[in-house]
T-cell receptor
Framework: DTGVSQDPRHKITKRGQNVTFRCDPI?????LYWYRQTLGQGPEFLTY????????KSRLLSDRFSAERPKGSFSTLEIQRTEQGDSAMYLC???????????FGDGTRLSIL | GENVEQHPSTLSVQEGDSAVIKCTYS??????FPWYKQELGKRPQLIID?????GEKKDQRIAVTLNKTAKHFSLHITETQPEDSAVYFC????????????FGRGTSLIVHP
């Protein structure tokens, strides 16, 4: 399967801990997006990269969140000092070019104890 | 920013019936409208999309219509099957540039055998 892959699938951690998620996009896709999805809601945009450049960040992305895509391939999303409100599904999507359809990964479900 | 409203939140139909899900958007500059299907615990999957220069698009049992003047678009599923049961999300975005979609809150479609 050469689709978008995310790791881990599930993460349970205590409040105040740091967590890091990884996303591997479809290999030829130059754009990579991060979303957050909570129960009963559609995905909410967090940030996106074109190649290695982070081009836009949502107001949802507080200072505790940081994302990287160092070589324009895989990306990481780190959340520092996690809070209860960070519990959600974190989805990654990738696309080819400007306006290409986005293909999603299975997501990482984060639960904060 | 863009605001997407989606109705109904839940739709229950008998197998073989048709299902219609409606979305409205606020930004007249939006020109790309994808629809995603998300089964429980799985990734959102693109099922059909439409661009603003087209009024209708069909793919087998699925069709999408767009009314730019009224700023609304709809998903039509004919001859529904139990495997169509899922949450469906509409989205609106501006193709070109950042292409960041704004998603609706989703419609839970239940097809009863």
């Amino acid at each position: 399967d050469t689709g978008v892959s995310q790791d881990p699938r599930h993460k349970i951690t205590k409040r105040g801990q740091n967590v890091t998620f990884r996303c591997d996009p479809i290999s030829e896709h130059n754009r990579l997006y991060w979303y957050r999805q909570t129960l009963g809601q559609g995905p909410e945009f967090l940030t996106y990269f074109q190649n290695e450049a982070q081009l836009e960040k949502s107001r949802l992305l507080s200072d505790r969140f940081s994302a990287e895509r160092p070589k324009g391939s895989f990306s990481t999303l780190e959340i520092q000092r996690t809070e209860q409100g960070d519990s959600a599904m974190y989805l990654c999507a990738s696309s080819l070019g400007e306006g290409g359809p986005q293909h999603f990964g299975d997501g990482t479900r984060l639960s904060i104890l | 920013g863009e605001n997407v409203e989606q109705h109904p939140s839940t739709l229950s139909v008998q197998e073989g019936d048709s299902a219609v899900i409606k979305c409205t958007y606020s930004d007249s500059a939006s020109n790309y409208f994808p629809w995603y299907k998300q089964e429980l615990g799985k990734r959102p999957q693109l099922i059909i999309d439409i661009r603003s220069n087209v009024g209708e698009k069909k793919d087998q049992r699925i069709a999408v219509t767009l009314n730019k003047t009224a700023k609304h678009f709809s998903l039509h599923i004919t001859e529904t099957q139990p495997e169509d049961s899922a949450v469906y999300f509409c989205a609106a975005s501006i193709r070109g540039g950042s292409y960041i979609p704004t998603f609706g809150r989703g419609t839970s479609l239940i097809v009863h055998p």
